[in-house]
């Protein structure tokens, strides 16, 4: 994709690159071409897609620069601090227990907030490659990403 390999990435920069090779690359260009140039360029549109998707998500960004530098995020991995695993819990009860617009989307500010600070985190862990402690906030973005997906559900299938 051609830019620089660091956690924070310029969506606007990204999106225009990915339009540009795309409009270079995408398959419908190559129609009148040879069998093995057609195959290159699906593969290589399929990858571009790939790419652009890892890299507009945080976590998905996050976990792959993990991978570059050879430290691991298993699907499974969890947090071992009772403090922030308690935590988790009673936001789940309180997403549970909110039946309003109003405590819903109060939560969901809250919980934007809980992103926007882990991303930060995030940021300066991988600026001082400090990737035990990226990997953790990871692993916490995770769980808030959860959270997230579980109260735009609930106001979807409320409201």
Do not use: W
Not at 51 to 70: C, H, I
Not at 121 to 128: I, Y
Request: proline share 3%; aromatic share 6%; no cysteine.
């Amino acid at each position: 994709m051609d830019i620089e390999e660091t956690f924070q990435v310029d969506n606007e920069d990204l999106s225009t690159k990915f339009k540009d090779l795309q409009r270079r690359l995408h398959p419908d260009k190559f129609a009148n071409k040879s069998p093995v140039e057609k195959e290159y360029s699906e593969q290589q549109s399929s990858l571009i897609n790939k790419a652009y998707t890892t890299l507009q998500k945080p976590l998905d960004r996050g976990v792959y620069l993990l991978e570059q530098n050879k430290v691991y995020l298993e699907e499974d991995e969890t947090i071992a601090e009772p403090e922030f695993l308690l935590s988790m819990m009673e936001i789940n009860e309180e997403i549970e227990s909110s039946n309003d617009e109003v405590s819903l989307m109060e939560l969901d500010k809250e919980n934007k907030l809980r992103i926007e600070s882990i991303i930060s985190s995030l940021k300066d862990a991988f600026e001082k490659r400090e990737l035990k402690n990226a990997k953790k906030l990871l692993i916490e973005l995770r769980y808030i990403m959860n959270i997230d997906n579980k109260i735009s559900d609930k106001i979807r299938h409320l409201f």
